[in-house]
């Protein structure tokens, strides 16, 4: 026990020591007086002698009382003042940086107590630090994992789909969550949204406030935005990322988050990274679609080349042809007066031919008309314009198949089908107003109206548009569909109606 305190020890064994010398000192003095006494009543003996000894032992049993003492007191001021000094001054090395020991106090105990205390308060502090730094890691690992399975379910989606609303919308739900974010928003440039039949805007759980301030391409040309603004339900910031690649740009994405939550460059990536995603599947999808319509682009005019070769220039002679028939006929028979059966034959042969020549010289228009890049809805605005002007007859697209997929086929039939009906309107109708609709129905199939307010036509008579209803048959028995002739509503002018279902639906 007295191994673990070696100071105690020694103070014990010098205690003992003086006590000894106390009692030593005690005794001597006991003898002292008797010999004195012994001295006065024998002056001639030897107590006297004695006495000097006893007096002589006193005088250093005092003076190893005196050096005990001494060096009690020093060990005493050793271990309670120099000793206690060195452990303040080690205790305050360890507190460096943290609130200092106050100097002041009772004693030194005092001092070392409020060190201690020190020490304890900076201990809890970095156990604190320490926690809030475990909590920030474990947040940062659910973060990564969370931002991994996003990336992963992504990029599968981007495999295996195409650039949908649903699918777009999906994401950004995805993406919300993932952030934990207030909305996550999709805008798009109005050429990229009708090229892929999307909405131009898509938002998870809604639409971001900023694109009430802000236009997408405007804030995509930009470079992105990032701000803190004052919402109705507190103080709100908000991202705004272009959507682009190296060639183009597609449009913007935008997160809105509380407005403590601070973008840091973790979440900043993975907004960079969905945007990225986003650009990929929006090149990808617009280059495809590009070079289906460029491949039928080519095969159709390959055909329209055969035709002209072949077709059209026997039509041509045979054109030629009978009206020489009919010039040497009149010349050299007798029998073929005008009212007569050859002459009146060989005139419906000739305006058999120039119907014929008619109707093919529109196939080969037909089949040499492009898709603009914006799809079938920027090529029917681009009829609808045209024909407007021309024939000052006012006609309304309302365009609802933003989210319907149609092979680039499937849209060159429509274009030609609304193409063809619009041409009857302004050139036999004699109508005010004319309205074209598709939309699809319930049941999955693309329905597509072209009404007018003219005078209207009976579908299967044999008079002038004949033929054009013909093609429209065939086009919408290609799309397998059908197409009807109705009246108009009230009664007056005419709907076409052509309903299919898209080869990519479901049956």
Partial sequence: MLDR???????????????SLSAALFVSAGVAARLESLALAQPDGDAAARLAGVGL???????LFVAGCGLILRTAWKVLAVRTDLALARVAA??????????GGIDEIDRLVRSLDSVAAQLAGRLADGERLSRHAREQERFAARSLEFIYRACANLAENSASAPWL?????????CLQAHCCSLALLDPV???LGVPAVLGAPRLARLLDEFDA???????????????????????????RDAD????????????DFLFESRHRRLVDAVAGLFALSLGNLQRNQRRRRLALMDERSAIAGELHDSLAQALSYMKLQIARLQLEIGRSCSACAPGGTVLDISGEIKTGLDSAYRHLRELLSAFRTSMPPGGLQQALREVVEE?????GTEIGLDYRLGDVPLSANEEFHLLQIVREALTNVVRHARADHALIRLERDEDGEVLVLVEDDGRGIQPDNGGEGHHGVSIMHERARQLGGSLTLDEGAGGTGTCVEVRFRPRSAPG
């Fill in 193 to 195: 949204a009708e090229g």
């Fill in 57 to 63: 032992i006193q005088v250093v049993l005092m003076f």
């Fill in 248 to 259: 183009n740009i597609y449009g913007v994405l935008i997160v809105e988050a509380r407005g």
């Fill in 387 to 391: 024909l407007s002007a021309r024939a």
């Fill in 94 to 103: 360890h507190t460096a940086g943290a609130v200092a020991a106050p100097a």
């Fill in 217 to 243: 391409d405007e804030l995509a040309r930009s470079g992105g935005l990032r701000r803190s603004v004052a919402g109705p339900d507190g103080e709100i910031v908000e991202l705004a990322v272009p959507v």
């Fill in 5 to 19: 305190y070696p100071l105690l020890s020694r103070l014990s064994l010098m205690l003992a020591c003086l006590a």
């Fill in 169 to 177: 919308t999906t994401l950004l739900e995805d993406m919300a969550d």
